[in-house]
């Protein structure tokens, strides 16, 4: 993770004011099994004919951009804060 502190204070659309703020890294969720692209791959893939859509080898990326969620104290609503590489 990033050398971040732990809480700051910044500014909260809904409360409309400068309140402290919960800094944690976002991560990407569990993903759904039942989510349509899913059901279409997974019945896409059944059967015989090996793999049917093409699977991306040529990343040009070496690292992901790094998101901070941050959380308002006072109403809980998060903010998501994407910082450099």
Do not use: W
């Amino acid at each position: 993770m990033v050398n971040m502190p732990k809480s700051k204070k910044g500014f909260c659309k809904k409360c409309k004011k400068h309140t402290p703020h919960k800094i944690t890294q976002y991560k990407k969720g569990k993903e759904s099994v039942f989510s349509q692209g899913r059901r279409r791959y997974d019945a896409k893939q059944k059967g015989f004919g090996g793999q049917k859509k093409p699977i991306f080898r040529k990343k040009a990326k070496t690292t992901k951009k790094i998101v901070l969620k941050l959380e308002c104290n006072t109403c809980k609503r998060k903010n998501l804060y994407p910082i450099k590489r």
